[in-house]
């Protein structure tokens, strides 16, 4: 028989990537990155130019048929594969990324009557305007003993679905009304692949606060919130909730004229970016923390037994891989802060000396700061300039620096940068860990840790444990092909179960990153003044983060 292929296509927060994955051993054939062309709207409404609040972050739904209708017959030419031997398609996507849709599933921003209505559009993850619905839902759960509250580290995101459902309903109740359901954006392109909405119970369990026995949370507690959202779950949220690998369909004859595809292949439900990157690094077993980083990252794990973990994002049974409880945490701003220094606060001599050393500014900064010592710049920041989304739970809280002096240099801010980062991902280590749930060995991949080898040294040193990185340039697009190898099963060539898949398919570098222990000594002694700062500005100790952002609301 032929070698048989799957494609694999990772939806990140400012582009898509398909990738042709190779399913005898995971090698990735051919990839191709399409950025969107709407990128992340944040700050004006397309079309109609609105200015946005602050916190909004949306996106244009056409922008991920683009992925598809570019990426995947690019990666068609450059592999020069015959169509014949692809046998399915997988997503992954960035969640919860949700969107209204009519019946006929079109997403009310593309339809001229709602296009200049901002809650019309794609609400990305790192949305944040939902917080006081947030805060409402956290307080009226506790009230209630809400036994699902647990299972989320005690408070429900802003980023979560039903901050976001209840914040149109209460901003824009025409469009809560015209919305015939709303829809993750990974279950949205399915259903453009397929014809048919399939919803998955990975997004569904981390985001919707879906459970496999108890389902969505009950007609009184939505009530209790508002009793316009008391029959949410039947009717908006509608539809059966099928586990990862299910197949959701097959390719339509629409979907394969544009992508060059054939028509019939098996495409597998949606999937979170994240969450299909482990069993792409061989993850198929507890203890072993697998960091997705990015733009931001999200900290995955299995675990035997279903424990409470202060600030987790939250655990689902069989919500990474069947058979354990998924454990998912996460830090909401990690490549995104690295970008706003680099674009926003730069001096203009250090994007010269860039240019002229023919580097990135960020490689320029990387070389410098890589000279540094740690504890060298007499700086420490904490890293909470998109909010902190574990262990805190709270998108009001904002970035800080400390120890500037008039000496202080470009490269000693990247650095220190670098580090809060590293530092939030200890701290979720240890929240981890004192909550009796294993972390042994650390394992990275994504975008950062081919990007900045001092990042990933850093993050070695602060955690002082061993890292493993992904030997694959977009793995959890690799993941999604690997759950679409599970969706066409071992008749059309593919995989019984996603533990065969990653037996076969996997992929991580033979040399590991090894901590510095000299460096590590310092690091423990700067993280603890990290976690001073953060339970000082975190937990009520000083409120001025707060107090700033709501001075911020009168302009
Ligand atoms: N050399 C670099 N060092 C550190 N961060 C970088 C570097 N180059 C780009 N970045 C950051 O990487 C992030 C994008 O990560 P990536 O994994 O490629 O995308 P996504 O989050 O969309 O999946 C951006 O936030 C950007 O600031
Ligand atoms: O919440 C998440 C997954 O549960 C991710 O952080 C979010 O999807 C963004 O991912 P990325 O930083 O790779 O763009």
Redesign the pocket.
């Known amino acids: 028989m032929n070698r048989k292929y799957a494609i694999g296509v990772d939806y ?2 400012q582009s898509g990537r398909a990738v042709l994955v190779d399913l005898s051993n995971g090698h990735e054939v051919a990839d191709h990155v399409t950025p969107y062309a709407h990128h992340v709207i944040d700050e004006r409404l397309p079309h109609s130019g609105e200015a946005l609040e602050a916190d909004w972050a949306l996106q244009h739904p056409l922008d991920y048929i683009e992925v598809l209708t570019t990426s995947i017959p690019e990666v068609m030419k450059q592999s020069g594969i015959d169509p014949a031997d692809v046998i399915g398609i997988g997503i992954d996507f ?2 919860c990324t949700m969107l209204p849709i009519t019946e006929l599933h079109e997403p009310l921003c593309t339809l001229p009557a709602y296009q200049d209505n901002p809650h019309s559009w794609v609400k990305l ?1 790192k949305h944040h305007a939902a917080q006081d619905e947030a805060n409402l839902i956290n307080e009226m759960a506790a009230k209630r003993g809400e036994k699902w509250l647990a299972r989320y580290g005690g408070k429900i995101s802003s980023e979560w679905m039903l901050a976001k459902i209840w914040q149109i309903l209460n901003e824009a109740p025409e469009i809560y009304e015209a919305a015939d359901q709303f829809v993750e954006a990974t279950d949205w392109v399915i259903s453009q692949l397929t014809g048919q909405i399939t919803r998955n119970s990975c997004t569904a369990g ?1 985001k919707a606060i879906w459970h496999k026995q108890d389902g969505y949370p009950s007609e009184a507690f939505l009530a209790s919130l508002d009793p316009r959202l008391e029959k949410l779950a039947d009717t908006k949220l509608r539809g059966d909730i099928v586990p990862l690998g299910t197949k959701a369909g097959e390719l339509n004859e629409k979907l394969a004229a544009l992508t060059g595809l054939r028509p019939g292949i098996a495409v597998a439900v949606g999937n ?3 969450h299909a990157a482990v069993p792409a690094v061989g993850v198929v077993t507890p203890g072993k923390l697998v960091m ?1 980083m ?3 990252i ?1 900290h995955m794990l299995l675990g035997d037994e279903e424990k409470e973990v202060e600030g987790m994002c939250g655990v689902v049974e069989d919500g990474i891989i069947p058979g354990f409880y998924g454990y ?1 945490a ?1 830090q909401s701003a990690v490549g995104d802060i690295f970008e706003w220094y680099v674009d926003e606060a730069v001096p203009a001599y250090v994007k010269e000396e860039a240019a002229q050393a023919g580097v990135s500014v960020h490689e320029w900064l990387e070389g410098k700061a890589a000279l540094q010592q740690p504890g060298q710049s007499g700086l420490l920041a904490l890293d909470w300039w998109n909010g902190n989304r574990s262990t805190l739970v709270d998108t009001d809280l904002t970035g800080l620096l400390l120890g500037c002096t008039l000496l202080t240099k470009p490269e000693e801010i990247y650095r220190a940068l670098l580090e809060s980062t590293a530092y939030g991902t200890r701290k979720i280590v240890d929240a981890f860990r004192s909550s009796g749930v294993a972390v042994d060995t650390l394992y990275a991949c ?1 975008g950062l840790p081919q990007k900045n080898r001092l990042l990933m040294q850093i993050y070695a040193d602060v955690t002082n444990m061993e890292i493993r990185v992904a030997d694959s340039k977009h793995t959890p697009a690799v993941g999604a092909a690997m759950f679409a190898a599970v969706a066409a099963g071992p008749e059309a060539g593919g995989y019984a179960t996603i533990v065969e898949a990653a037996e076969n398919m996997a992929r991580v570098r033979e040399e590991a990153l090894r901590p510095n222990p000299e460096h590590a000594a310092v690091y423990e002694e700067l993280y603890q003044e990290y976690v001073t700062l953060h339970d000082y500005f975190g937990r009520g100790g000083n409120d001025v983060m707060k107090r700033l952002k709501n001075l911020k609301k009168h302009y």
């Open positions: 990140g927060t960035t969640a993850w981390y979170v970016d994240a997705a990015g733009t931001s999200c998912e996460g994504g």
